[in-house]
């Protein structure tokens, strides 16, 4: 997937993908199609992990509206994954914050986020 890619998510030790696609098989009067279903972060208006965290690790970031974080104010508690309504949080190897930051660099550069430009319907975009 294109932001595993392009945040260098290594599954094989353990680290999860920053968005779970999920197929499911649908079949109609005998025609088979395929549904797809994603997950990740939606960066909620009121974020319960931040409110959840240690201050300066997660936070809302005012210009972008993106909710971002601080690997290195991170120490691992926990305590965002737990809140986090949409299971979006998760720990990488070192035990740090893992979650989709919006590809805030590559929007910082004028870029769209990895996963929108791939999408092959459309259906990831930016408002």
């Known amino acids: 997937m294109a932001c595993m890619d ?10 999860r993908a920053l968005r779970q696609v999920y197929t499911e098989e649908l079949c109609r009067g005998g025609q088979v199609s395929f549904r797809f279903h994603s997950d990740s972060c939606i960066h909620c208006r009121v974020p319960a992990c931040v409110a959840a965290c240690e201050p300066g690790c997660l ?41 989709c930051d919006g590809c805030i660099e ?7 986020p990895a996963c929108v430009r791939v999408c092959p319907t459309g259906a990831l975009y930016l408002e």
């Open 6 to 15: 392009e945040k260098n998510t290594d599954v094989e030790h353990g680290e």
């Open 59 to 99: 936070y809302k970031d005012a210009e972008s509206g993106l909710v971002l974080y601080d690997t290195v104010s991170c120490d691992g508690c926990g305590q965002c994954l737990k809140s986090c309504p949409m299971g979006a949080i998760s720990l990488d190897c070192d035990g740090k914050i893992q979650k």
């Open 106 to 112: 590559r929007q910082r550069a004028g870029k769209i």
